[in-house]
């Protein structure tokens, strides 16, 4: 999750600040007493900042790329091995990816053992895809609206 702003709180829309306020216990520290700020250690929404950039790519879940101005990037892409396919795990393959809607696919490569055999493997695998099979993305290429079947 991306948070545009300073902190999360400063992101409430006003019309949902008293909601929040309401079940902001639930997953927040509590700061109303310092008994409760000192005993307190509940992470809040179970979130952790992983890494800070200036831009990011988000192509679907778990496959982003996060980059600082000084060139270092931090890329996620579900189901590749990212050593083996860091070439295609670029920022620019992911801008790419997004802007010309260019699929970009990766090789896994391990061992298996099978029928008491120990066998090398190379299996080839979608590294990159502009297509998001849990929504329908809109026009703008940014906001997402879900699947209707009737």
């Not at 509590?30 to 988000?58: S, Y």
């Not at 600082?68 to 091995?81: A, E, M, Y």
């Given at each position: 999750?991306?948070?545009?702003?300073?902190?999360?709180?400063?992101?409430?829309?006003?019309?949902?600040?008293?909601?929040?306020?309401?079940?902001?216990?639930?997953?927040?520290?509590?700061?109303?007493?310092?008994?409760?700020?000192?005993?307190?250690?509940?992470?809040?929404?179970?979130?952790?900042?992983?890494?800070?950039?200036?831009?990011?790519?988000?192509?679907?879940?778990?496959?982003?790329?996060?980059?600082?101005?000084?060139?270092?990037?931090?890329?996620?892409?579900?189901?590749?091995?990212?050593?083996?396919?860091?070439?295609?795990?670029?920022?620019?393959?992911?801008?790419?990816?997004?802007?010309?809607?260019?699929?970009?696919?990766?090789?896994?490569?391990?061992?298996?053992?099978q029928n008491q055999e120990m066998k090398t493997y190379e299996q080839k695998k979608v590294g990159l895809s502009p297509l998001y099979t849990k929504g329908v993305v809109m026009d703008d290429g940014i906001?997402?609206?879900?699947?209707?079947?009737?």
């Amino acid at each position: 999750m991306a948070i545009s702003n300073n902190s999360l709180e400063d992101l409430i829309k006003p019309e949902m600040r008293e909601e929040f306020e309401k079940y902001k216990n639930n997953w927040f520290p509590r700061t109303d007493t310092e008994e409760h700020c000192r005993i307190d250690k509940r992470t809040p929404g179970l979130f952790k900042i992983e890494k800070e950039g200036d831009g990011m790519v988000a192509l679907c879940s778990k496959t982003y790329c996060i980059w600082t101005n000084d060139n270092q990037s931090k890329v996620s892409s579900k189901g590749v091995q990212q050593k083996r396919n860091s070439s295609i795990l670029t920022k620019e393959k992911y801008l790419e990816c997004l802007v010309n809607k260019q699929t970009t696919d990766g090789v896994n490569k391990g061992y298996r053992y099978q029928n008491q055999e120990m066998k090398t493997y190379e299996q080839k695998k979608v590294g990159l895809s502009p297509l998001y099979t849990k929504g329908v993305v809109m026009d703008d290429g940014i906001h997402i609206r879900p699947i209707i079947f009737e």
